[in-house]
């Protein structure tokens, strides 16, 4: 025998059926993404809280989800601890007092909900593999920094090699989502023009260059010693 269930009753169950399928859930309007569930321990969980419920907005299950996905971030790299309370636990790389001060608000049954879906792989998209953030509005002069996302009071960022940035920007030119900027232009250096010289300071002095061996013009007698010698013929010259 066969039951014929209304179309809506139909319709309902189908999306519940997807709903139970997909990867994604919807978080604060952003779509999260999902991996395979994390095998832990009570203990992984209360670490992963922790660093949730400090370092995060409580209001925020975005910025929340995006801790929790840095946390794992570092748990699946090499270079941090492969456990979760490992990486929480890490001097000087969480709030401090994040292992040892007691979580008092009335927020904490969201965070350890938000801790749970963390553990059972959701994930926020646009922190992708980043292991890093700080408290939002912050600035740096480091250029290695590639911001991918601000919530829950935090910047997400991810740290890249010179190479790395280069490959990201030229991928980005190809696909047209920067503008690639043009080579500097080339200019020639102008020299400034040099004032003209006078014609006293380009022409040179003209100068007769002594000789002994050319002889030495006779001097003409002046108009008054012919004067003097008009009048006494018997004064001679010097």
């Known amino acids: 025998m066969s039951i014929r269930l209304p179309a809506a009753v139909t319709a309902a169950v189908l999306l519940l059926?997807?709903?139970?399928?997909?990867?994604?859930?919807?978080?604060?309007?952003?779509?999260?993404?999902?991996?395979?569930?994390?095998?832990?321990?009570?203990?992984?969980?209360?670490?992963?809280?922790?660093?949730?419920?400090?370092?995060?907005?409580?209001?925020?299950?975005e910025?929340?989800?995006?801790?929790?996905s840095v946390v794992m971030n570092r748990v699946k790299s090499e270079e941090y601890p492969d456990t979760i309370?490992?990486?929480v636990a890490q001097k000087k790389q969480f709030a401090p007092g994040v292992m040892t001060r007691k979580m008092n608000s009335k927020a904490l049954?969201?965070?350890m909900a938000a801790a749970d879906a963390v553990l059972k792989g959701e994930r926020h998209p646009k922190v992708g593999n980043a292991k890093f953030f700080?408290?939002?509005?912050?600035?740096?002069?480091?250029k290695n920094m590639h911001y991918v996302l601000v919530a829950g009071g935090n910047a997400f960022y991810e740290k890249r090699s010179r190479g790395e940035r280069v490959r990201s920007?030229?991928?980005?030119?190809?696909?047209?989502?920067?503008?690639?900027?043009?080579?500097?232009?080339?200019?020639?250096?102008?020299?400034?023009?040099?004032?003209?010289?006078?014609?006293?300071?380009?022409?040179a002095p003209q100068v007769q260059a002594l000789s002994y061996d050319t002889?030495?013009?006779?001097?003409?007698?002046?108009?008054?010693?012919?004067?003097?010698?008009?009048?006494?013929?018997?004064?001679s010259a010097e």
């Open 17 to 61: 059926a997807v709903s139970a399928c997909s990867s994604t859930s919807v978080l604060d309007d952003v779509v999260t993404s999902s991996v395979g569930p994390t095998r832990h321990t009570a203990s992984d969980r209360e670490c992963l809280a922790r660093a949730m419920f400090f370092e995060s907005h409580r209001s925020s299950r």
């Open 63 to 68: 910025g929340l989800i995006a801790v929790g």
């Open 85 to 87: 309370c490992g990486v």
């Open 109 to 111: 049954p969201d965070v």
């Open 134 to 142: 700080h408290t939002a509005g912050l600035k740096f002069p480091y």
């Open 169 to 203: 920007q030229s991928q980005l030119a190809a696909a047209g989502l920067v503008e690639q900027k043009a080579p500097p232009r080339q200019v020639a250096e102008v020299q400034p023009a040099k004032p003209e010289a006078t014609q006293a300071q380009t022409a």
């Open 215 to 235: 002889p030495m013009p006779t001097p003409r007698p002046d108009a008054i010693g012919a004067l003097i010698r008009k009048q006494d013929p018997s004064a």
